[in-house]
């Protein structure tokens, strides 16, 4: 991550996995998101930020299809997505943790897993060979669960887990999915200081060769893990840049210490 190298080497134009133009969302004339340009660079881990009421939830239901805008456009590894749908999203690989919402409490954490792997199967046309996909789906199921550390609890409900280890699971079903541009929101709320370890831990990973956008309220886990940061305030975009950057901004120091809290 760090210098976000597209291997395009100094001067080539940034590779923007996520682009939007002028993103805007109306709620009966309240202008909840105003004009936003945000890029995405593929292969970051990116933060979206801002005090309370900022926009942010709003800004994600746009990206990952919940909301319409009001204006604008979102356009997707270059491809103008303004009116695909959220299915369609998550197969073109933009997939919005935790997509599959269903952890399914009375599945255990292998069949909650299998579903997901089931889902992506179904939508990726090897139907027709039901005997070995089975077998693949097997296989990787184990390796997902292995991956995000819950071997020993593989035969679990999920429903037993702890919160930690369920958004473990979470992170399982996502990554069934195959994502190529994962959309966290606020992975680490509910957690507490041990689980946000092992969750900011499994980001960092999850995010070898994906892109990661999150919005997140807890600043030390943004600024270890992103790359980049947008701030936003009353619907637009205040800054833009690194931690360290961003944090010594005088407007954004205004707006969070005018604004509650992260
Ligand atoms: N469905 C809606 N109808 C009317 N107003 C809305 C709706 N959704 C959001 N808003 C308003 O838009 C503004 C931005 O809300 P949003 O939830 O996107 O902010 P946020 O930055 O995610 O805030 P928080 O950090 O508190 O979750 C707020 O003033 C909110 O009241």
Redesign the pocket.
Known sequence: MGGADTGQGPGAPADYILETRGLTRE??G?M??RDVDLRVRRHTIHALI????????????LLTKFLTPSGGTISYNGRDVTTVGPAAMARLGMVRSFQISSVFANLTVIENVRVALQQKLGTSLHFWRPKRSLYSLHARADELIEWVGLETYRDVLAGDLSYGRRRALEFATTLALEPELLLLDEPMAGLGHEDIARIADLIRRVSQGRTVLM?E?NLDVVSNLSDRITV?TR?SILAEGGYAEVSQNPAVREAYIGGAHA
């Open positions: 709620f009966g309240f909840a998101v801002g005090p309370n009421g900022a926009g942010k939830t709003t800004v994600f239901n919005v309220h936003l619907g």
